[in-house]
């Protein structure tokens, strides 16, 4: 959990990874890293508080919505999972053994890049030095642990219903989403009439963050600033 460059945030490392790397895999699933996250604001004492989440983090701010409403100001969603068809990752690495994950990372590590060429993004000294941070954040099992947890969790009528409770709730709901990535963007229609906003970033892909850190976090500053900050943190 560490301070950003955007004034007031917090960013938390979730169970297995970062800080917490070495956390059992038992441990690494949507579900606890929900309780996770409502532990951490709580210890900081922040009751209110603007939820942002990319990928498999915004499904991990719609559990956390769901399991404390009155906490939850706003909630920003950068391409996260709405459906299993945003899971096209996870459902690949959940299909592996550990050691083809670990084979997968050793991939992408040994040639950064490539990697971050075959997003579209910049390969300069800055954007490669993140990513190998990126990647030595994330162990193998953990993102074997997650992948699974996220074919189990957001997958059929369940998983519908609880998005609907977070999302038709009058909660101020804001999309975010490159334009290069935004096709394959599976966000339901019924999400998109409930969103108070929905950016396309120009020229941008699924990491925008890494793509143009200044940008991005000005965006999510006025995006933030337009839902209603009574007292909230960002979360």
């Known amino acids: 959990m560490r301070e950003t460059r955007l004034a007031g945030s917090i960013t938390i490392d979730l169970r ?9 895999a038992e441990n690494v699933n949507l579900p606890a890293q929900a309780k996770h996250v409502i532990r951490h604001l709580e210890a900081l004492g922040v009751d209110r508080y603007h939820l942002v989440g990319h990928s498999v983090g915004g499904a991990i701010s719609a ?3 769901v399991t404390h409403p009155e906490r ?3 909630l920003v969603s950068i391409e996260g999972n709405f459906t299993l068809d945003d899971a096209f990752m996870a459902s690949r690495i959940a299909a ?3 050691f083809e994950v670990e084979a997968l990372l ?3 590590e040994s040639d950064l890049a490539g990697w971050l060429a075959a997003k579209g993004i910049a390969t300069g000294a800055a954007e490669i030095s993140l990513a190998r941070l990126w990647l030595a954040n994330q162990p193998a099992r953990t993102l074997l642990a997650q992948a699974r947890s996220v074919m189990a969790t957001t997958t059929g009528s369940a998983w519908e ?4 409770r977070v999302f038709s709730a009058g909660r101020r709901l804001h999309l975010i989403a490159g334009e290069r990535s935004r096709c394959g963007w599976h966000v339901p229609g019924w999400v998109a009439a409930n969103a108070q906003s929905f950016t396309i970033i120009d020229g941008a892909g699924d990491f925008p963050m890494i793509e143009d850190p200044p940008a991005f976090e000005r965006l999510l500053l006025q995006v933030v600033l337009a839902a209603d900050s009574r007292g909230a943190a960002r979360g």
């Open 72 to 74: 939850v100001v706003s």
């Open 16 to 24: 297995g990874f970062g800080q917490y790397a070495d956390d059992r």
């Open 106 to 108: 050793a991939g992408f």
């Open 96 to 98: 592996m053994r550990l």
């Open 161 to 164: 219903a609880l998005l609907s």
């Open 63 to 65: 559990l956390v919505a």
